[in-house]
Nanobody, 122 residues
Framework: VQVVESGGGSVLAGGSLNLSCVRSTYVTCGMAWYRQAPGKERELIGRITSEGSREGKITYADSLEGRFTISKDDPKNTLYLQMNDLKTEDTATYYC???????????????WGQGTQVTVSS
């Protein structure tokens, strides 16, 4: 399974970007967006789960819900991340991941993209 992100770029604060993540194979797996800023740990932005009764449910990191919206186009096997009102602190490499797993209570994903850079300037 491969995932490829696109749509990153440079934008002024207050602007918007829409990232895309195309998954190469149709699998019954959740998908997620993460980001990693320089010198910081990778953080979960939000995810769409494939887990049992919660399949298809989208959840977000508390700090980002409202400005960031995740959606999925199943026929295109593509996950989107719409980002509005971008701030300089949103500057990071944004990663798409698929096929969740749990280890010691921690969520992780089996397959990752190479990332797409988002730079927000003031």
């Amino acid at each position: 399974v491969q995932v490829v992100e696109s749509g990153g770029g440079s934008v002024l604060a207050g602007g918007s970007l829409n990232l895309s993540c195309v998954r190469s194979t149709y699998v019954t797996c959740g998908m997620a967006w993460y980001r990693q800023a320089p010198g910081k740990e990778r953080e979960l932005i939000g995810r769409i789960t494939s887990e049992g009764s919660r399949e298809g449910k989208i959840t977000y990191a508390d700090s980002l819900e409202g400005r960031f919206t995740i959606s999925k186009d199943d026929p295109k096997n593509t996950l989107y991340l719409q980002m509005n009102d971008l701030k300089t602190e949103d500057t990071a490499t944004y990663y798409c991941a698929t096929c969740e797993s749990w280890s010691a209570g921690r969520l992780w994903y089996q397959y990752w993209g190479q990332g797409t850079q988002v730079t927000v300037s003031s």
